[in-house]
């Protein structure tokens, strides 16, 4: 993920926490099975890792994971 989309993600995260008495969280689309694997906002983990992958440190941080940070 490239420095720059880290930043705007901590910033958003930032103004969620800042705001969360008018802010009640954030949701997204991007994912689904039948989705080809090379569409550029597919937020599911390869098929083949579906089960297995690692949460992404960005849904860690939203959901206010202290190990998010590292």
């Given at each position: 993920m490239p420095d720059s989309c880290?930043?705007?993600g901590a910033?958003?995260?930032a103004d969620i926490q800042v705001?969360?008495?008018v802010l009640l969280g954030v949701t997204w689309s991007g994912g689904g099975?039948?989705?080809?694997e090379?569409?550029?906002f597919k937020i599911d983990p390869p098929k083949?890792?579906?089960f297995t992958a690692p949460?992404?440190?960005?849904t860690r941080a939203l959901t206010g994971d202290?190990?998010?940070a590292n």
């Open positions: 880290k930043a705007v910033d958003a995260i705001n969360s008495d099975r039948i989705w080809p090379s569409y550029i083949a890792e579906r949460v992404p440190a960005y202290p190990a998010a």
